[in-house]
């Protein structure tokens, strides 16, 4: 029995990960938006892509409190993705790939870092799996594995509680106090992003750019780190709110803690885009006061 080769060119979901990285990045440089419309042409309603995708989705977002319960669930996932027309579908892939090699460096394009690859390609894994009888079935039973530990995993139902906790305490503060800082970063790369200030592009636009050039987005994230503290707790002084005060405090502590290693994490980047946020609500609150 022979092992199951994962291919970037042939999983779905690693594709349309690439390709909304590609959306928003066009979006911040202002130029053609060629991603868009790939995504539009085949991961549209009614393509097998689109069918695919939505399996993807399914596998990556919901979450069972036991692994009896998730391995049910990719079950069903399983059974699901046979109803999908296979031969349409390799088709459609071989048509992607194609139109992204017409619009794209393709080495540069596959470079962007994906952080929940292992999941992905274990997805794809399992997907071919069903499709061929002849691959090596402990293959197919670690692909299995990391999904049921990926679904049954209880870190993000608990980090989710912790975020919706502290949402309902934003809440009840004023409307001109509540400082949105949640995942801004670019997770679901629509449209929403041209409402970023300059300083958010920028960082967006350096973190996408020089993937391959970490060395280059460490200064400039180490330098901007020392100039958003500087501009918190210039804030700070001056801050007569007691509550805004405090979340001032907090993310300055915060950035604080950040330490510039060899790679810079999706979660300081996410760190710093919050800390641009908070700046922004308090000099929009400040404006409208004054």
């Not at 993000?156 to 809440?171: H, M, P």
Request: hydrophobic share 35%.
């Amino acid at each position: 029995m022979r092992k199951i080769k994962h291919s970037k060119f042939k999983n779905t979901g690693f594709l349309f990960e690439l390709l909304t990285r590609q959306v928003t990045l066009e979006i911040i440089n202002g130029s053609e938006e060629k991603a868009k419309g790939i995504i539009k042409e085949f991961y549209g309603k009614g393509t097998e892509m689109s069918k695919e995708l939505r399996l993807f989705n399914l596998l990556i977002n919901e979450k069972y409190n036991t692994e009896s319960k998730a391995e049910k669930f990719i079950d069903v996932v399983l059974e699901a993705h046979t109803k999908i027309d296979y031969k349409s579908l390799q088709r459609e892939k071989y048509n992607l790939v194609k139109s992204i090699k017409e619009n794209f460096e393709i080495n540069n394009f596959l470079s962007s870092p994906v952080t929940n690859y292992k999941i992905l390609a274990s997805i794809h894994k399992l997907f071919e799996g069903k499709k061929n009888d002849v691959l090596d079935i402990k293959d197919v039973f670690d692909s299995k594995l990391t999904l049921v530990e990926h679904i049954s995993s209880n870190s993000q139902t608990t980090l989710k509680a912790k975020e919706d906790k502290l949402v309902e305490e934003y809440r009840k503060q004023e409307k001109d106090l509540r400082l949105l800082t949640y995942k801004i970063l670019v997770e679901t790369f629509n449209k929403k992003y041209t409402s970023l200030d300059e300083s958010q592009k920028g960082l967006l636009r350096e973190y996408i750019n020089n993937v391959n050039n970490t060395s280059k987005f460490n200064e400039y994230f180490e330098s901007e780190l020392i100039k958003t503290i500087t501009e918190l707790h210039t804030m700070y002084k001056g801050m007569k709110d007691k509550i805004t005060k405090i979340k001032l405090k907090e993310t300055i502590n915060v950035l604080k803690k950040q330490k510039v290693g060899k790679k810079i994490t999706d979660e300081q980047v996410s760190a710093l885009m919050m800390s641009y946020e908070l700046i922004k609500e308090i000099k929009n609150v400040n404006g409208k006061k004054s």
